[in-house]
Nanobody, 125 residues
Framework: QVQLVESGGGLVQVGGSLRLSCAAS????????MGWYRQAPGKQRELVAV???????DYADSVKGRFTISRDNAKNTVYLQMNSLKPEDTAAYYC???????????????????WGQGTQVTVSS
């Protein structure tokens, strides 16, 4: 299986910054996309940002200009640099990855979709 481990969440004041990291491990052949979702209490989970194979990125309108997503392919890691944080950014942030993993014999591939356990970001006013 493919595992995702997140880090970097915490408590920060309004206007501050945090950098989230998510590292993928396992029998990975390739990762097509990695991204971040978030879910605040009483709200639905929403896409924050995603980076695709050749570094094409997409952002939610609410974070454009403030957040930057990037990836280190050698480390199978995605980052989310969060600047100018607002109280409405408070949420649990979940890492997501989509790609292909090797089958046990090593002669084939299969699709994978994995989620991290989440890391809490709290922005105080």
């Amino acid at each position: 299986q493919v595992q995702l481990v997140e880090s970097g969440g915490g408590l920060v004041q309004v206007g501050g910054s945090l950098r989230l990291s998510c590292a993928a491990s396992g029998s990975i052949f390739s990762i097509n996309s990695m991204g971040w979702y978030r879910q605040a209490p009483g709200k639905q989970r929403e896409l924050v940002a995603v980076v695709h194979t050749y570094a094409d990125t997409d952002y939610a309108d609410s974070v454009k200009g403030r957040f930057t997503i990037s990836r280190d392919n050698a480390k199978n890691t995605v980052y989310l640099q969060m600047n100018s944080l607002k109280p409405e950014d408070t949420a649990a942030y979940y890492c997501y990855a989509h790609g292909f993993k090797t089958i046990v014999p090593g002669s084939g591939l299969e699709d994978f979709r994995s989620w991290g356990q989440g890391t809490q970001v709290t922005v105080s006013s």
